[in-house]
C-alpha cells in the first residue's frame, strides 16, 4: 500500500500538466495500492475553487475519475489519525500536510512525497519515499 502526497496524487492523475520523475513514477508503479487521504480530496477541490487547480469536468466528475477511476482508494480522517495530527513536531504549520503524514504512520504504509520538510519528520523514517 502507498500513500500519495496530494501534489503527486494531482501530478500522476493522466492530463497532469507537471512531470513527476521517473523514481517516484516506479515508485508509485510498484506501489501496490494507492491512497490518498480524505484531505487530499479537499485540497484538490480548494484549490480548484480558487483557480489554482483546473480539473477539466465538474468536481463531482472530476472525483469520480480521480478516485474510482484511478484506483486510488480515499482514506477517512479517522479520531486516531486526527489526534496524531495534532501532536507531530511543528516542523511543518500546513495542517493538511500533517494530516496526511498521521495517515501514514496510522497506517505503517509507505508515503511518497516531494515536499522537502516531510524529512525533517523523525517518525516518517522507513515510511517516507521522496524521490
Excluded at 68 to 97: M, N, Q, T
Amino acid at each position: 500500500m502507498t500513500l500519495l502526497d496530494t501534489h503527486v496524487w494531482l501530478r500522476w492523475l493522466p492530463g497532469s500538466e507537471q512531470a513527476l520523475p521517473d523514481t517516484v513514477r516506479q515508485a508509485i508503479r510498484t506501489g501496490g495500492q494507492l491512497m490518498i487521504s480524505a484531505i487530499s480530496v479537499w485540497e484538490a477541490l480548494y484549490l480548484a475553487r480558487a483557480g489554482r487547480l483546473d480539473l477539466g469536468f465538474p468536481w463531482d466528475v472530476w472525483l469520480y475519475k480521480a478516485t474510482f477511476d484511478a484506483k486510488v482508494e480515499v482514506i477517512s480522517i479517522s479520531k486516531d489519525i486526527a489526534a496524531r495530527s495534532a501532536h507531530l513536531p511543528l516542523h511543518h504549520r500546513d495542517p493538511a500536510d500533517r494530516f496526511i503524514i498521521a495517515t501514514a504512520l496510522e497506517l505503517d504504509t509507505r508515503l511518497i512525497s516531494l515536499d522537502e520538510k516531510f524529512p525533517l519528520y523523525e517518525e516518517l523514517a522507513g515510511h517516507l519515499f521522496a524521490g
